[in-house]
Nanobody, 116 residues
Framework: QVQLVESGGGLVQAGGSLRLSCAASGHFLSIRTMGWYRQAPGNQRELVAS???????ATADSVKGRITITIDNAQNTAYLFMSSLKPEDTAVYYC??????????WGPGTQVTVSS
């Protein structure tokens, strides 16, 4: 069983920053990719950013230049640092991990609210 534990969401003013973390635990050998999707009310879930164990990254155009994603392979933990936050960044952020030989697992989601 694989579990993802998320932390770091909350309320922040526009222009502020915050960091999300996602730690994977359970019985597995290695992680292929970790990252975050987000979903705002009435919108489809969209990719925010992802990173492979080899540090290959993918980033949504809407957040480029405002986010940094890193992965600690030894700790099976990914971090998403977001700055210059905008009200349109308000959403539930879902962490995911693509575990080698097991598939994709999701965290429960964490609310990020950016006030104007």
């Amino acid at each position: 069983q694989v579990q993802l534990v998320e932390s770091g969401g909350g309320l922040v003013q526009a222009g502020g920053s915050l960091r999300l973390s996602c730690a994977a635990s359970g019985h597995f050998l290695s992680i292929r990719t970790m990252g975050w999707y987000r979903q705002a009310p009435g919108n489809q879930r969209e990719l925010v950013a992802s990173i492979t164990s080899g540090d290959n990254m993918a980033t949504a155009d809407s957040v480029k230049g405002r986010i940094t994603i890193t992965i600690d392979n030894a700790q099976n933990t990914a971090y998403l640092f977001m700055s210059s936050l905008k009200p349109e960044d308000t959403a539930v952020y879902y962490c995911f991990a693509n575990i080698n030989s097991l598939g994709v697992y999701w965290g429960p989601g964490t609310q990020v609210t950016v006030s104007s």
